[in-house]
């Protein structure tokens, strides 16, 4: 099993953290300020979380959402968790997407990520 590169990766801009999730920039973003929720244990998807670990999570991306909008002034936000490779999940370790949104980054807004190029 390949290792894991959210529980190997050491160097990340960690905005928030608590006890059982962690949230950092995203290497590639979709936007500016794109960050990414994980918890500190390792499972491959949402449904294998704990309550407490969503919790934790849910928590941090309200952190995050203040974070973001002092740091890049987005105008909206897509909050995002793809589960399994089908719906376009590509690593294997829980994370949700906290993308801003900024007015004119597409034409059509309409449809949220699936937009965005």
Do not use: F, Q, S, Y
């Given at each position: 099993m390949p290792k894991c590169i959210f529980c190997s990766?050491?160097?990340r801009e960690i905005i928030v953290e608590n006890e059982l999730a962690v949230a950092f920039l995203d290497k590639f973003p979709v936007?500016?300020?794109?960050?990414l929720v994980i918890p500190r244990r390792h499972m491959e998807n949402f449904f294998e979380a704990s309550m407490q670990e969503i919790e934790a999570i849910n928590l941090l991306i309200f952190r995050v959402k203040d974070v973001l909008d002092e740091r890049y002034k987005p105008d909206g936000y897509n909050i995002?968790?793809?589960v399994g490779e089908d719906a376009g999940q590509t690593v294997f370790h829980l994370h949700v997407h906290v993308i801003p949104r900024y007015r004119g980054d597409v034409e059509d807004p309409r449809g949220g990520v699936r937009n965005i190029k």
């Open positions: 990766e050491l160097e936007n500016e300020g794109h960050t995002g968790i793809n």
